[in-house]
């Protein structure tokens, strides 16, 4: 176990719950600091603060885990899983079978993911020194829940950062089928879980969806980086009278194509297009009741933020644009290098621009399985605005 030491007047974040310990905050680590994994954090004059995970190539030097003089094993992450299992089955389990069961920070497990998907979850370890734990959480995760497989799909920018190439594959049980189906709210869909985007699907923003579907009836609807056709298919079931979905992906389009018909929702060729979203919105003569703009996220990094307000106030510009008068526009942001108040900045410019008059009538974000710590707060990163368009 490593042993690391702050610099004087460094410690009250962590004594107030913060998880993340940055490099320039420590003053030496003792034992292998070329290793990650766990460590005891103590502050200038050697006073035991909390225990964590070390990894040596991030800036963020040390995850906590813990306040408290506990053992980091198997026990533990299943006492923290059962906690988080608790949380979802109480307020999840009769309305969808699919939902996010570990949250990172959130969930006070940093640097790891859990998606549930009916008989499968989808791991993804995102430091070193969660990579590191890897075994205790697969043993826990098996020990707790009746499955057919955990699967790996460990990857992206974060842990490029760590030194940890991407990892994939079975970790125990069956390999995931090429598509598995999913229900959410009485509807169903189909998840490439071993290729689609995040882990398959976009967990995240299920409340969304049904609040689109209590806004749709009757209305024409345009779904913007539609992937494979969730907000589309809400729409569709509320009542809406057209919804066209754009998307760039051919694959996500075909099975969008498939989740439609999966749920008896009819949807012609001209309503399911693969096509640019930024081109479409520029380019497009017709009005909608209804606009929904849900990017990938446009800043992976800190550095992207300045290129990635340009590209947001771009899209919510052209989508104002195409509302009619009383429309509604559905706006996201997934990155959280952008903050809130960034984001509603960025959008205030495109109304301006726009020259039309805007409401915000509500805040969107996280579904309740995708916590935030209240110490944490850099894990909000799904912001969302509903506004509506006066004239």
């Known amino acids: 176990m490593h042993k690391v030491f702050l610099k004087k007047g460094r410690e009250r974040p ?27 954090v103590l502050d200038s004059e050697g006073r035991w603060l909390a225990r964590g995970i070390y990894s040596p190539r991030s800036q963020i030097r040390v995850r906590l885990l813990t306040w408290q003089d506990e053992t980091i094993d198997q026990l533990f992450f299943t006492r923290r899983l059962s906690q988080a299992a608790a949380l979802r089955e109480e307020h999840l389990a009769s309305t969808c079978n699919a939902y996010r069961l570990v949250n990172g920070d959130g969930d006070f497990l940093p640097g790891l993911v859990v998606d549930r998907y009916g008989d499968f979850f989808v791991v993804q370890f995102f430091t070193a020194g969660m990579d590191s734990l890897r075994g205790l959480v697969v043993d826990s995760l098996s020990a707790l829940f009746p499955f057919r497989g955990i699967y790996e799909r460990s990857e992206g920018g974060v842990r490029e950062e760590e030194g940890l190439a991407p990892a994939s594959g079975v970790l125990q049980g069956e390999e995931p089928p090429e598509l598995t189906e999913i229900e959410e709210h009485r ?58 979905s754009v998307e760039s992906s ?18 012609s060729d001209g309503e399911l297009l693969k096509a640019d979203a930024f081109a479409h919105l520029k380019h497009c003569k017709n009005q909608f009741d209804i606009v929904i703009v849900d990017p990938p996220s446009l800043a992976l990094k800190r550095a992207d933020v ?20 009383a429309g509604l526009l559905l706006t996201f942001c997934c990155s959280q290098h952008l903050s809130l108040d960034l984001f509603q900045k960025i959008i205030f410019g495109a109304a301006v621009d726009s020259g039309r008059k805007v409401q915000l009538l509500k805040r969107l974000g996280h579904p309740l399985d995708h916590p935030v710590s209240l110490h944490h707060p850099e894990g909000e990163y799904l912001k969302g605005l509903l506004l509506n368009v006066l004239e």
């Not at 998840?191 to 967990?203: A, E, M, N, P, Y």
């Not at 729409?235 to 066209?244: E, N």
Request: glycine share 8%.
């Open 14 to 40: 962590v004594l107030n719950g913060h998880p993340w310990i940055f490099s320039g905050a420590i003053e030496r680590v003792e034992d292998d600091s070329d290793s990650a994994g766990i460590t005891d």
């Open 187 to 244: 509807l169903k869909f189909l998840v490439d879980i071993r290729k689609g985007q995040k882990t398959g699907f976009f967990l995240d923003q299920r409340e969304n969806r049904l609040l689109l579907y209590s806004l749709a009836r009757d209305k024409t609807v345009l779904n913007c980086f539609a992937y494979t056709g969730a907000f589309a298919a809400y729409a569709l079931r509320g009542g809406a009278k057209q919804v066209i």
């Open 250 to 267: 051919r694959p996500a389009v075909e099975l969008a194509r498939q989740n439609f018909a999966l749920n008896g929702l009819s949807v």
């Open 306 to 325: 300045l290129a990635a307000s340009g590209s947001y106030k771009f899209l919510n510009l052209h989508a104002l644009r195409l509302l009619k008068p």
